[in-house]
């Protein structure tokens, strides 16, 4: 499926000292709640991008047998996925938004409340360092 | 859209010594050829799975105004992720795959190929390291 949208150019300028595209979150959520409903993954996928002041484009989800689920929601800003590995207890986030009206750490705290990991492990890689 | 896919469960065990999920590559292309077309940026996603010898699930592409464009493909080995910018002469990509039979240096030299860039940054990332 091919959609056209308007993207507004928003480059963060941290302290006019540093240009990036965006914050790139990696979080590892190590047994958490298992969410294995594709309906209740789309609603958190959705709510994350509002949590982040991003704009959801279209969201892909699949289900795997016989556990174990994938969702990307693209962004006007990035994109926000989610794989998880019930058998191993594993999610992996990433968190992917643009520009400076971004707030990726707010989404993650929300993901947070969603799945209640009791390990969690986050890297923060800055995109498109100018 | 919601599918049902089987998923094998193959972790990566790295000499018998660490075991986890897959590699994250994310990659930052500076200065290279822009495509704005979606069906040869849909053809490229899809080859460039081939290359990591994973098994493409569901395309999703978005053409941006004036320019841009993002389009990720779910893997059912986790996805693949592109988003340009040419004003910025900036291109993102990200390579998850999983597994031990997954491949996904030979994904990204399919990239560069494709891409032609004059800078290229790589963060190579271990995820759900057990």
């Known amino acids: 499926m091919v959609k056209k ?9 941290k302290n006019k000292k540093q240009r990036y ?3 790139h979150l990696i979080a590892e959520f190590w047994s958490g709640r298992i969410i294995e409903n594709p ?18 484009l279209e969201v892909a989800i699949h289900k795997f047998s016989p556990q174990g689920i994938t969702g990307v929601v693209l962004l006007s800003e990035s994109h926000i996925a989610i794989h998880s590995w019930p058998e191993l207890n594993y999610t992996a986030i990433d968190i992917f938004t643009c520009g400076e009206k971004a707030y990726p750490y707010q989404a993650l705290e929300y993901f947070k409340k969603q799945f209640k990991p009791k390990k969690v492990e986050i890297k923060e890689i800055k995109r498109g360092v100018l």
Chains 1, 2 share one sequence.
């Open 5 to 13: 949208t308007k993207r507004s150019n928003r480059w963060v300028n």
């Open 21 to 23: 595209a965006g914050i």
């Open 39 to 56: 309906k209740e993954i789309k609603k958190i996928l959705i709510r994350a991008v509002k949590k982040a002041k991003n704009i959801p």
